[in-house]
């Protein structure tokens, strides 16, 4: 998971056949990139199937079921937060490359965790 610049990515990985990211809605429109696998999305009833890499379309307000059709998909959520003010920003210190140290980004970034391992 990140929130970057109002920009909510959540990461799934489906470790096998069948799991399932339950059913939800959202008050706004937003694509879930496949990245690997195949989805079966069922959307208020009516269920599609996409295989990777795709990029899904998912309406607001409508009940969406996302379950894995193949061992290890792996999918991504991707909100943007409009409430009109800006939020705090998460980074797993994972996500950060070589060459920047997580315990001094700018103060609006906060890491999910101190990073002691970084010079």
Known sequence: M??????????M???NAGDVNEGHKHAFDHPTLLVKGRLQ?????AVS???APHII???????????????????ACIHALRDGE???DIVDPAMIPAGINPN???????????ADHFA
């Open 86 to 88: 800006r939020v705090e």
């Open 2 to 11: 990140s929130l970057i610049s109002n920009l909510w990515i959540k990461l």
């Open 57 to 75: 379309f998912i309406a607001r307000n409508k009940v969406h079921t996302l379950t894995a059709l193949e061992e290890g998909t792996v999918a």
């Open 104 to 114: 001094h980004l700018p103060e609006f970034i906060k890491p999910l965790a101190k």
């Open 13 to 15: 990985t489906f470790e």
């Open 41 to 45: 999305v069922d959307v208020d009833g």
């Open 49 to 51: 199937e996409f295989t």
